[in-house]
């Protein structure tokens, strides 16, 4: 296949730039153009090698130049009017705006983990807020697997990196991170999650609490046991262990 000369009308409208972008390549060592006609494939190359920046307009026209390429490659005659490349759109991503803080009366006494809905009663908005983050973070997993499919995809077909699905593989990753992070947030403050060392406080108390009740026991019950026979020793002392245990399970 011969060379495939456009002039710079031409070679915008297929790369999807301005002429002043032309001429900033040309300024940076693009080759330069014989009688007004410039070697399509010579100065794709140079845009697919050159350094990647933060530039919409430029992302597009390294991938049409990539597609140029590509077609080429394979022996087919691309024409300065054929369409740019449609990029990828990720509407399977839900941004979850991070939940306003309330303000909540605290009570007046209260103790580590009861409130947790873990334990306590879990409130119908905790849990809606809750499910609908599980689900949005479903959908940045599955968005995040679908950009690196297509980012592989590409690179398979064209054995080159297509700047583009670089670009929304690492946004689907960026949005992925965060959706996590939210959702961490809002469990902490629907109690759903609490820290290590707040749960093991409130067990070490219980235990003691317990512990005190039951070492208070036999003074507690001894004078009132003299005499009696030992069934209703036995009784008294049922009902008792029974009324610590039950303290137990409401404990609080």
């Known amino acids: 296949m011969g060379k495939v000369l456009w002039n710079q009308a031409q070679l915008s409208r297929y790369l ?3 002429r002043s972008s032309i001429r900033h390549y040309l300024n940076k060592g693009c080759p330069k153009p014989v009688d007004r006609k410039f070697d399509v494939k010579l100065f794709c190359e140079f845009l697919v090698q050159s350094p990647v920046r933060r530039n ?14 590509t077609d080429t490659a394979q022996g087919k005659t691309p024409h300065p009017d054929d369409p740019p490349i449609p990029k990828p759109t990720l509407d399977s991503i839900a941004i979850i705006p991070k939940p306003k803080k309330k303000k909540e009366k605290k009570p007046t006494k209260q103790k580590p983990i009861i409130k947790s809905p873990s ?3 879990r409130s119908k908005a905790s849990c809606g807020k809750v499910l609908g983050m599980v689900a949005a973070l479903e959908r940045a997993r599955q968005a995040e697997v679908d950009a690196h499919t297509i980012y592989q995809k590409a690179l398979d077909e064209t054995h080159m990196i297509s700047a583009m699905a670089l670009e929304n593989w690492q946004k689907t990753l960026e949005i992925l991170r965060k959706c996590e992070t939210d959702f961490l947030k809002v469990m902490e403050r629907s109690r759903m999650l609490v820290e290590k060392t707040e749960v093991q ?3 070490e108390t219980m235990i003691e609490t317990v512990k005190q009740t039951m070492l208070n026991m036999p003074s507690k019950m001894a004078p009132s046991l003299d005499g009696l026979e030992w069934q209703e020793i ?4 049922e009902i008792e262990i029974r009324d610590i245990l039950e303290g137990l399970a409401n404990y609080q």
């Open 16 to 18: 999807g730039i301005e």
């Open 56 to 69: 919409q307009n430029k992302s597009s026209a390294r991938e049409n130049a990539q597609k140029f390429l």
């Open 119 to 121: 334990i306590g009663t």
């Open 201 to 203: 406080s409130y067990i």
């Open 234 to 237: 036995q009784e008294r002392l």
